[in-house]
């Protein structure tokens, strides 16, 4: 993580003002899950306050849940995200497919509102970042490398959240996304690997970017909701050519004995060759 996001405290110097300052940071999504702070001294030096205010501070942002102090370890940012939906409400979710069809549902109309306000409202850093992170997609995607594919598929939906500049949805649609990095509403392997699904994602994807890019929230909204709707019949797709498979596989087990008994049977009626 780069050191110089946490600015000199000009003014009272009082761990009210650091706490305000790291708060920001977080809400903003600047400083994400897992980022580690630098150690007190270096944090002190650039916030310009002493070690015991800094650490006043640090103890009110532990104490709020936003942060993680490891003995030894160093101070990290505590997981918010997660807390949005607790382990038992994800199962649950997970068990019933009602809740992938809304969560489908949910995500074509915000990510659509999502897109457009990015079109409206992304800086140039913001398109860097993009620009970035879609040429990573297209690599991985030249590398046939499933993984690191779906990794930056959800890298590059959480940036768009980023270039929206709306506190809400970015948080809201980071919670969203964790559900589907960790796999609770559907298997993406199954979507990725239906024919011609990788390259009509892909696709997709520079579509949302150059309409991002292009300042055009109009096409951005579009073409965001048009994604989530290939998504959700790939989806659907998947798991029928799936139940195909499995019953075709049953099938073969269950008729193997009887086939192979025919085929023995079939032999034996053969009459001896002349000698």
């Not at 011609?196 to 951005?220: C, F, T, W």
Request: glycine share 6%.
């Amino acid at each position: 993580m780069t050191t110089d996001i946490f600015a000199r405290i000009e003014h009272s110097r009082t761990a009210d003002e650091v706490v305000h300052q790291i708060e920001i940071l977080v809400l903003e999504g600047i400083l994400r899950v897992g980022d580690r702070l630098p150690g007190e001294r270096e944090l002190a030096k650039q916030f310009h306050v002493s070690r015991p205010i800094l650490r006043e501070a640090l103890k009110v942002l532990e104490s709020r849940g936003l942060l993680n102090t490891q003995h030894g370890g160093g101070t990290f940012v505590a997981d918010v995200i997660g807390q949005v939906f607790t382990r038992p409400v994800m199962e649950l979710i997970g068990r019933h497919q009602k809740a992938t069809l809304d969560y489908l549902e949910y995500r074509r109309e915000v990510e659509g509102v999502t897109v457009e306000f990015a079109a409206r409202r992304a800086t140039e850093a913001d398109k860097a970042l993009l620009t970035r992170i879609i040429g990573a997609m297209k690599a991985a995607h030249q590398k046939d490398d499933f993984e690191e594919e779906a990794t930056i598929d959800v890298e590059f939906h959480s940036a768009i959240g980023e270039c929206a500049h709306n506190i809400i949805l970015l948080h809201t649609l980071r919670s969203c996304y964790r559900l589907l990095a960790e796999g609770v509403f559907y298997n993406r392997a199954m979507v990725y690997n239906l024919p011609g699904a990788r390259e009509k994602l892909l696709e997709q994807h520079v579509a949302i970017y150059d309409a991002v890019m292009a300042g055009n929230p109009d096409s951005g909204r579009r073409a965001a909701q048009a994604h989530i709707d290939f998504v959700a019949r790939a989806m659907m797709d998947a798991e029928r050519s799936g139940d195909w498979e499995r019953v075709s596989q049953l099938r073969l087990q269950q008729r193997a004995p009887d086939l192979s008994g025919a085929s023995t049977k079939a032999r034996m009626k053969q009459p001896e060759a002349a000698d």
